[in-house]
């Protein structure tokens, strides 16, 4: 008997390993937008994206004070005009995470004020 049990564990253990560092794998990269600035007016997105890959599994996180902006994803023309009563998504936390779940391009502004007019936006690309 405990030569079928050493032998069941031989082939679980190591099967169970292997779906641990999957899922880990899977888990993918955090991306603090605007790094140790936040989600800001004065911070410049395109120099933030520069070098950056976004892959499906990452996160995205929007860091700001909570009631001084908001996040909204939005489709592309809604970024180009910062058109603000389309959005797809809207977040207000002040700490918000987006996982990352499909390939394409996507798109956020800040839908306060004169925020997106003033620069406050981001568009990312994700990748497999």
């Known amino acids: 008997m405990p030569l079928q049990a050493h032998s069941f564990s031989n082939m679980v253990v190591p099967h169970l390993l292997a779906t641990y560092l999957n899922v880990l794998h899977a888990i993918g990269a955090t991306h603090i937008v605007g790094d140790t ?3 800001t007016l004065f ?3 395109s120099n933030w994206v520069q070098g950056k890959e976004f892959h499906v599994g990452d996160v995205l996180e929007f860091n700001y004070e909570k009631g001084l902006h908001n ?7 809604a ?6 009563d ?8 002040g700490n ?3 996982f990352l779940s499909e390939v ?10 004169d925020h997106c007019e003033n620069g406050q ?3 990312i690309n994700v990748v497999p």
């Open 37 to 39: 600035d936040g989600w």
């Open 43 to 45: 911070t410049n997105s």
């Open 71 to 77: 996040v909204m994803q939005v489709n592309s023309t």
């Open 79 to 84: 970024y180009e005009g910062c058109i603000k």
């Open 86 to 93: 389309t959005y797809m998504g809207l977040f207000t936390g």
């Open 96 to 98: 918000d995470s987006l």
């Open 104 to 113: 394409g391009r996507i798109w956020f502004i800040c839908g306060v004020s």
């Open 121 to 123: 936006k981001l568009t």
